[in-house]
């Protein structure tokens, strides 16, 4: 069994942690029906955050130079790439594109092997 490369397993993660954290299908947002205001929303609130979290930050660890516009830039330029990765994503899964189910299914397959490999070196005591 290979290990799926690198990029594939990057992009499934970042995938897979977007929908953990940001996914309006599990927080109060879900009930806006625009998906563009949803979109609006969710970036007003990491902006928010992310300014509240620089301030706190600025004050608590005293960091006198702290740029809160540096703090939006970095954060946007993780944030953006993350909403574009995932949008690929929910595209390929909406038309069941080929490839989305080969990198899925190799993911799955090597994850069962790995853990069948685990399982193997377990040995049950009889106290």
Do not use: C
Request: no cysteine.
């Amino acid at each position: 069994m290979n290990k799926p490369t690198l990029f594939r397993r990057s992009v499934m993660l970042m995938v897979y942690v977007w929908r953990r954290i940001m996914d309006v299908r599990f927080n109060p947002l879900k009930y806006i029906p625009d998906a563009k205001l949803q979109a609006y929303f969710m970036l007003v609130l990491f902006s928010i955050w992310s300014v509240s979290f620089g301030f706190i930050a600025s004050y608590h660890l005293g960091w006198l130079g702290y740029s809160t516009i540096t703090s939006l830039v970095v954060h946007l330029s993780v944030l953006i790439p993350m909403m574009v990765t995932n949008a690929v994503f929910v595209d390929a899964e909406r038309t069941g594109a080929q490839w989305l189910e080969e990198w899925k299914a190799e993911q799955s397959h090597y994850a069962l092997f790995m853990k069948r490999l685990k399982a193997q070196n377990l040995s049950r005591w009889n106290i």
